[in-house]
């Protein structure tokens, strides 16, 4: 958790939207050709005896994407699940849509479920970047709802323990100090409330939203990229992705459910992306 004053990154703020250059928007217009897996199913595996062959680094990403973790927890699994065919696209292992018609006129919007632990950034209505996240533990759950990205830093340190350095750490709740940023992945919920992430995850949507825009030390002029936090986490029971083998669909995320999720706060979207526009549209 972080926070910061209004006053400390308004130069910065400022500096940044007129001298640093946007990430390529052509992916919002053109989506990626995926590979598409022949087999969808799924099946437990110990987890040394997994390590012991000579895994492509496609398919380690796959792997822990698919348990939620990072490399050096996995390595401290006694089982995880593995695909039955891990030679497809990153994106059909893991529960989000590769296109929502619904968000068409949405420049950029970033998703994080709960009870999947994932996020997925979508331009234009079409997947941009997906990945696995580790949320809020039961004692500090990440609060549901909308947000915005707000201000970001390379590194910063954490309030809560001035001893945890975040990196690539985008601020979306500035009072409470909530933002997505790098940091170990155990393989379920166990941040304070922030979402953690694997450092190429982290460092791309670092990259790919944008930051607020403030008039003055007290004023946001126009907020950041949205971000919509949803669903529940069980608590308590075995961890959803576990009963993929099972049912290889139990997570998926459909169109109806992101634009159920969506159409509450699309009025506010729709405005702060207005503004936007008509900011960047000056500066031309």
């Known amino acids: 958790m972080q926070t910061i004053n209004f006053t400390a990154i308004l130069l910065l703020t400022t500096f940044s939207i007129f001298s640093c250059s946007q990430p ?29 062959n000579k895994n492509t680094e496609q398919q380690q990403t796959i792997i822990l994407a698919v348990n939620r973790t990072d490399s050096s927890h996995l390595a401290k699994m006694d089982t995880i699940i593995v695909p ?20 068409k006129d949405m420049r950029k919007i970033i998703f994080f479920s709960y009870p999947s632990q994932t996020f997925a950034a979508y331009g234009n209505g079409e997947l ?17 709802g909308l947000y ?28 409470l100090g909530i933002g997505f940023h790098q940091y170990e992945l155990p393989g379920y919920p166990a941040s304070h409330s922030c979402l953690r992430l694997q450092e190429k995850d982290a460092r791309h949507l670092y990259d790919w939203a944008d930051q607020w825009i403030l008039s003055n030390a007290d004023s946001i002029r126009t907020k950041g990229t949205p971000v919509i936090v949803f669903g529940v986490y069980p608590f308590g029971l075995p961890k959803p992705w576990m009963q993929l083998v099972s049912n290889p669909a139990i997570l998926e995320i459909t169109e109806a459910m992101i634009e159920k999720e969506v159409s509450i706060h699309l009025k506010e979207i729709l405005a702060e992306q207005q503004k936007r526009a008509a900011i960047e549209e000056v500066k031309k």
């Open 148 to 175: 915005f990205t707000n201000w970001k830093a390379e590194q910063t340190t954490s309030t809560f323990n001035d001893e945890w350095d975040l990196k690539w750490n985008f601020n979306i709740e500035n009072k």
């Open 24 to 52: 390529n928007e052509n992916n919002n217009k053109h989506p990626v050709k995926r590979t598409k897996p022949a087999n969808k199913g799924y099946h437990f595996e110990k987890t040394k005896e997994w390590l012991k």
């Open 128 to 144: 941009i970047y997906t990945g696995p996240t580790n949320m809020g533990r039961k004692a500090d759950p990440t609060p549901t």
């Open 84 to 103: 039955n065919d891990a030679g497809g696209k990153l994106e059909y292992y893991l529960p989000f849509p590769l296109s929502v018609p619904f968000l």
